[in-house]
């Protein structure tokens, strides 16, 4: 009958709009009318009540970017970036605005819960049953308390990922100086982009990432960063291409990659480079710039008899070449640079010798200039003298700490916290048995001297046991047992590790549990968040809740507080003089009083008011190859020798170094892992890379995209069906291969395809893209889940970690995500 | 009465889809019910190989194919409201036509099989009238013009963010979200446009920046030759290319 009604309705309807004609005609032969309503109630404009607008700080990249919540009757429903915050200026990238997604995710976990399942594994229940959050505290503080009093307190480790700042990625290491364990906390930038920080402190003695002043910039060299996909601060950087990009002059773009991007894409030159090659390229604009005598000599240093010059195959004599803040260029270009011309890196990374000149000459001829880079360039095992290469270019056109060019970011005036460590700490924690042990990552010892952090080695030293095996294990904000590389690992050794996930989200490692301490949204926290490399002036924001937790979850900061409050001796009473979260931040605030920030924010009223607290301008300069102090009204105030070394050429000869003096105190482990001979290790210089995956015969990449950098929307079905331009939308993640290199295997345009490397294989579906060299697969990173929430779990294609081996530069701790080689094959 | 227009610069464009993901969260729109949406295009072949990219909002036209069509009088162009087209919920019947006569593709029907499985409308059921009711709910509701959630069985569009921009004060050339006094009444795709990429005023208005962008920059309006006529103008070296060609099966992606 309803059938009978709906013809009736739709002859009807076509006949009153019989004068539509031709248009109307033409729909005429569709099946089935869903649609034809009968009447409802008409429905006018009704706005409904009060909207409040508080600010946040978006948490989905580590960009920082300022944001305003907007929630009526008390359901936040929209996000904007904040106008006043100087990251965000009112905009946000594609993810900012999903913030409200995460907060109302329906697969959230509601509170803590225990494991009634002992067995563990991908396909197994976990058998989550809810508990009280007192009965959780006690369970884990009994737990680290027993493992204290057998005095194998360094059994228990603390893994975080993205930390924001004091209240929590800070809040840990004294967790481990009064409980007594080196690992608190183990961080995850070596599986993130320690590459470039170790590529800046082996040249410029700043173990950072950088701060850029894109306002000024003439000319952009991009290698390797996704800078219009996943580059940080993001948001902000599109800001300033928006500028660059129409601002007198503009800024000229050439951008070096493995594949077609939109940063690609909408360069002025885009280059496509074998991977794991950059640093090849780089030596050979390097070359240019010197050969053609395009080298900043007030910064760089010159000859000193006028008519000499840098001949290709020729060396100079050091004695004619008078250095000022480049260090041991001479030896650099004998040693090294003379014969990496053009012709020798077309050889080698596959560009074109012309287009090596051209861009030389430009980026040589044009200031201010800056060559930028990230893991494209240093996720190889070469990848820190990739680096090294890349940002010796700044130092040869005079970027550095120049206006348009590249300085590095200063902290924030937090005021001390009321309690010292070293008043609470009894004897076990000074001078206990743990105090023998290594870092279960073996950072610092002769297996990694130089690195920051190993996390990706530690599943497989607790299966080892080497040096010893974990008993408990904390996560906060990190998933290695899916992000990894070889995570099958990480699914193998933490079976038999107590595990404490504390995601609001029931990911991966979560599905591994024995206790979830669920922490709050961002959305629903107050935590202190101090800029991320941005402009390099001082820089705070808060973030504060816009609606009370909706379900019973805590944020870590006061978890870890609980967790300390109930351990054994003094260190308790550290906790309880911490008291919680909110006081903790109400100290560091306190140290805007004596340093009132530009916006007039001088404590945590005003913080929480105005979401940041910063003062500008960058307090050095350095103007023709000499170096200032702002002095109040201008860069008036030359700086010493010492005052350069102390705050910004913080190398062993107080310069830039392109003989690196940190790497030449680790020479014997150079030339042991890396067959460089010791006396060159210094050098800034070509190193062929070592890939990954056996025999396979094509290049794999993995990078991040717009929609999803650090892999957070992964269960926000509106995310997945705009996933663009390189994973396809409408919810399809793709494989890119160039249509040659498919076709050679008998592989279709949307074919499903096994992607195979010697520790394993995943499938994908298949997308034909020209673009790209027909040596690299494309496949983008985090996707693949098979937890994660409902929208999550289960989606194709298969996780691009599962092929990847666990390789890593040896210098940096770099894990190599980019440095596989597969062999492709229809499924 | 204010003639609202919206100038997209395709050389300041990203393709990051920020517009995309604001009006998704402002407009509460279903999993791939992307009133606005940006297209991406491949050619060409390594090393020289092209990708371009289209922010495509409603254009708003002038001369709407949709509104012809329409059998109920569901959509129509409101000049008191700058010119913009609205879907009243009240009135449509869901029949399409204006899905068909769209030369633009804008227009949505989200009341089928979900784009995406599991069905986020199972997860959020529909409430007083709506076709699913998600905790992150706009506050404004305006069946008459097709603002708020839908309620099952009609046709869904970009508004402009009437819902903002009617609140604009009386007389203003531009609604430029770097001024503090308008913010709140520019469209959400274009207010977060990080390299403000977007433009929003009146281009009844010469004195307009949008006016003077289209002017200066030799806006272009696609698929001119329908006689649509839109109120969207793109900029930039991609602006004129042949939007909405069928993809090439074999050659392209």
């Known amino acids: ?827 | 009465m204010a003639k609202w227009g919206m100038v997209i610069d395709l050389d300041k464009c990203t393709g990051c889809q920020a517009c995309t993901t604001a009006c998704s969260m402002e407009n509460n729109t279903l999993p791939g019910e992307t009133w606005q949406d940006v297209l991406y295009y491949n050619a060409g072949e390594n090393p020289s190989g092209q990708m371009k990219w289209l922010p495509r909002p409603c254009m708003q036209c002038e001369n709407p194919s949709c509104v012809h069509v329409c059998p109920t009088r569901a959509t129509y162009k409101d000049p008191d409201a700058g010119g913009i087209v609205f879907v009243d919920w009240n009135k449509c019947i869901g029949c399409k036509y204006c899905m068909i006569a769209c030369p633009y593709g804008v227009r949505f029907y989200a009341d089928e099989k979900p784009l995406i499985e599991p069905d986020i409308r199972d997860v959020f059921p529909g409430e007083n009238g709506q076709l699913w009711s998600p905790p992150y709910q706009n506050p404004e509701e305006d069946w008459r013009r097709g603002i708020g959630i839908q309620p099952a069985g009609v046709v869904s569009k970009c508004t402009f963010c009437y819902h903002k921009v009617r609140h604009a004060p009386e007389g203003v050339a531009d609604l430029d979200e770097d001024n503090p006094e308008v913010k709140e009444y520019v469209p959400a795709c274009v207010r977060t446009c990080a390299p403000k990429a977007r433009y929003f005023g009146d281009l009844d208005n010469p004195e307009s920046q949008v006016n003077q962008l289209i002017g200066d920059k030799h806006g272009v309006r696609l698929k001119d030759h329908t006689g649509n006529k839109p109120q969207v103008y793109y900029l930039g070296a991609g602006a004129g290319i042949p939007a909405f060609t069928p993809a090439d099966r074999e050659n392209d992606a």
Request: net charge negative; hydrophobic share 35%.
């Open chain 1, 1 to 827: 009958m309803k059938l009978f009604q709906t013809m009736i309705n739709r002859r009807r309807f076509l006949q009153s709009s019989a004068a539509v004609g031709a248009s109307a005609g033409a729909v005429a032969g569709f099946s089935g009318l869903p649609g034809l309503m009968p009447a409802r109630e008409a429905r006018a404009q009704t706005p409904r009540g009060e909207t409040t607008i508080t600010k946040n700080v978006c948490a989905q990249c580590p960009a920082r970017c300022g944001i305003d919540v907007y929630t009526t009757d008390g359901r936040v429903h929209a996000i904007y970036g904040t106008s006043d915050n100087p990251i965000s200026n009112g905009k946000l990238c594609p993810k900012g605005h999903l913030g409200s997604y995460f907060l109302y995710d329906p697969d959230r976990f509601k509170g803590p819960m225990k494991r009634t399942n002992p067995k563990k594994g991908r396909d197994e229940d976990p058998g989550f049953v809810p508990i009280s959050w007192e009965e959780a505290l006690d369970t884990v503080a009994e737990r680290l308390n027993d493992l204290r009093r057998r005095e194998e307190s360094h059994r228990f480790a603390m893994f975080y990922g993205r930390g924001w700042g004091s209240s929590d990625a800070g809040i840990q290491y004294p967790f481990g100086e009064l409980y007594g364990t080196p690992n608190a906390a183990i961080g995850h930038s070596s599986m993130c982009a320690d590459g470039s920080k170790k590529a800046k402190l082996a040249t410029d003695g700043n173990n950072s990432y950088s701060s850029y002043d894109y306002r000024n910039v003439n000319y952009l060299l991009i290698m390797g960063a996704s800078f219009l996909e996943a580059f940080r601060p993001y948001n902000n950087v599109m800001q300033m291409w928006g500028h660059m990009r129409t601002k007198t002059p503009k800024t000229g773009v050439t951008t070096v990659d493995v594949r077609m991007s939109p940063t690609m894409a909408a360069s002025d030159r885009a280059l496509y480079i074998k991977p794991g090659t950059d640093g090849a390229f780089a030596l050979a604009v390097a070359h240019v710039i010197l050969t053609e005598g395009l080298w900043d000599r007030e910064f760089v240093g010159d000859f000193t008899t006028p008519g000499r010059q840098f001949v290709a195959a020729r060396r100079i004599s050091p004695a004619t070449f008078e250095e000022k803040w480049v260090h041991g260029l001479a030896d650099w270009w004998n040693e090294e640079l003379k014969d990496r011309t053009p012709e020798w890196a077309e050889a080698v990374t596959g560009i074109k010798a012309d287009d090596i000149r051209r861009t030389g000459m430009e980026f040589g001829s044009t200031r201010p200039a800056v060559a930028l880079f990230e893991r494209g360039a240093t996720g190889h095992s070469n990848g820190t003298y990739n680096g090294m290469a890349i940002h010796s270019l700044n130092a040869l056109v005079g970027s550095l700490f120049a206006e348009g060019g590249i300085g590095y970011q200063v902290g924030p005036s937090y005021g001390p916290l009321p309690v010292k460590v070293e008043d609470y700490q009894d004897d076990y924690a000074r001078d206990g048995a743990w105090k023998q042990q290594p870092r279960l990552d073996m950072k610092g010892t002769d297996r990694w001297p130089m690195v920051s952090n190993m996390m990706q080695e530690c599943a497989t030293n607790h299966l080892n046991a080497d040096p010893y095996t974990l008993d408990t294990a904390m996560f906060y904000y990190t998933n290695p047992i899916w992000s990894a590389p070889n995570p099958q690992v990480w699914e193998e050794a933490l079976k038999n590790v107590f595990i404490i996930d504390t995601s609001p989200f029931p990911g991966e490692t979560a599905m591994y549990a024995d206790i979830v301490l669920p922490d709050c949204t961002y959305l629903e926290r107050t935590q202190d968040v101090p800029s991320y490399p941005f402009e390099g002036w001082p820089m705070a924001e808060l973030r504060t809740p816009a609606v009370e937790p909706i379900h019973d979850t805590k944020m870590y900061g006061d978890v870890v507080i609980e967790l300390g409050k109930r351990i054994e001796g003094p260190m308790g009473d550290y906790y309880r003089e911490l008291g919680n979260l909110d006081n903790y931040i109400r100290h560091l605030a306190a140290g805007f009083a004596d340093d009132p920030g530009d916006n007039g924010v001088d404590g945590f009223d005003s913080w929480k008011e105005k979401g940041v607290w910063y003062k500008k301008p960058y307090q050095w300069r350095q103007i023709r190859g000499e170096f200032y102090e702002w002095d109040g009204q201008r860069y008036g105030r030359q700086m010493s020798e010492e005052e350069v070394k102390e705050h910004l050429f913080k190398t062993p000869s107080g310069k830039f170094e392109v003989r690196s003096g940190f790497l030449e105190q680790h020479a014997d482990y150079i030339e042991r892992e890396m067959g460089i001979p010791r006396d060159r290790a210094g050098l800034v210089q070509w190193v062929e890379p070592i890939y990954t995956g056996g025999d396979g015969d094509l290049h794999f990449v993995t990078p991040k995209t717009p929609l999803h950098a650090e892999g957070r929307g992964a269960n926000i079905p509106q995310q997945m069906m705009v996933h663009q331009p390189i994973v396809g939308g409408r919810g399809t993640v793709y494989l890119e291969v160039n249509p040659q290199t498919a076709r050679e295997r008998g592989i279709g345009n949307g074919d499903r395809v096994r992607i195979i490397s010697d520790i394993g294989s995943i499938e994908a579906e298949c997308r034909f893209v020209a673009s790209h060299r027909p040596d690299t697969l494309v496949l983008p990173f985090e996707f693949g889940h098979w937890a994660q929430g409902r929208w999550a779990k289960g989606r194709g294609p298969g996780n691009s970690s599962e092929i990847t081996a666990n390789k890593s530069d040896p210098i940096s701790g770099l894990a190599s995500y980019y440095t596989g080689k597969v062999r492709l094959e229809r499924a």
